[in-house]
């Protein structure tokens, strides 16, 4: 049972969430960087992520930010093609982040508008089918030696720029979720327990307290 304080700092973070901005994870392989990745949705207000891997599961989480996992959702996609279908169907603009001549600069993109950013794996990055796949291709200008960013620091970086848009456009400062979204991701955050059972037993959710939820 949540205490009230509890309760208030969920109904918070979910009053932030941002259902229109998420993640791709294509092939990222080490745990410490997917759960990184995470770690900065999450801070960012990313409601689900996604990711395709080559065991059909994902890397196991690293220890030290595992518990991020319960506060965003991850939908794991059989292959990027169907990955990126399923978040073009949902209306999402979809960038690839590469390394290639012809990506624009990250900062050029409308980070208001709903957007998935897809990363790459840390040895051979985005696919080619992904990027022929994607809307645009986007790159953090590299001006030193080395020839790019390890993963979880890009995904950071472009993250935070899509949180400094969004802050500017007052899209933090609003219920964002619909009301059926946010009484279940509401019930589920604070009773997970419950919330499992029900699901096994097919039965619904009941409200939680007072509130948009
Ligand atoms: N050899 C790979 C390549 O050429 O793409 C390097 C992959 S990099 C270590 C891993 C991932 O981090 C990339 O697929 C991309 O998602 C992201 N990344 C790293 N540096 C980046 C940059 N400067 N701009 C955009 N994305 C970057």
Redesign the pocket.
Known sequence: MPTPERLARIRAVLDRRQPDLTVLM?N?SKPHNFSAILRSADAVGVLEAHAVHPTGGVPTHHRSSAGVAKWVYLRVHPDVGSAIAHLKDRGFAVY????SPS?VD?REVDYTRPAAV?????????SGEAARLADAE?????LGMA?????S???A??LFEAQRQRLAAGLYDRVRLDPATYRRVLFEWAYPEEARRLRVEGRPYPPVGEGPG
């Open positions: 294509e990222v690839a982040t590469r390394l990506a990250y897809v990363l790459g794996s840390e040895k051979w990055g985005v986007i790159v953090i200008p590299m020839q790019s960013l390890n993963v620091v890009a995904a970086v472009i």
